[in-house]
Nanobody
Framework: QVQLVESGGGLVQAGGSLKLSCAAS????????MAWFRQAPGKERVFVAA????????YYGDSVKGRFTISRDNAKNTVTLQMNSLKPEDTAIYYC????WGSGSSDPSRYEYRGQGTQVTVSS
């Protein structure tokens, strides 16, 4: 089992940057694929990015490719999401998720664990 806690959200102007972090507690962090999803009010949860159990495989949603970068540090049990060139449409609650022995799926139902989320607001 793993517990996930996100941090780093906030208010930023369009064109700015934010770095989200997800701290995982529990054992065998390196056995989990990790991902970020986001959900805006009244909308469905959307895949943002995922990273495999090592850090060699990364995947991105079409709307964030070239702007966001996901990375992980298995020694520190953390995964981060660097967000650059932010747009108002990036405004959402961002959730960190963990998939036991996964490979970095974009399907949220694959992820057994999810954090409480952190709010990102991008003003125009």
């Amino acid at each position: 089992q793993v517990q996930l806690v996100e941090s780093g959200g906030g208010l930023v102007q369009a064109g700015g940057s934010l770095k989200l972090s997800c701290a995982a507690s529990g054992r065998a962090f390196s056995s989990y694929a990790m991902a970020w999803f986001r959900q805006a009010p009244g909308k469905e949860r959307v895949f943002v990015a995922a990273i495999g159990r090592s850090d060699s495989s990364t995947y991105y949603g079409d709307s964030v490719k070239g702007r966001f970068t996901i990375s992980r540090d298995n020694a520190k049990n953390t995964v981060t999401l660097q967000m650059n060139s932010l747009k108002p449409e990036d405004t959402a609650i961002y959730y960190c998720a963990a998939d036991w022995w996964g490979s970095g799926s974009s399907d949220p139902s694959r992820y057994e664990y999810r954090g409480q989320g952190t709010q990102v607001t991008v003003s125009s």
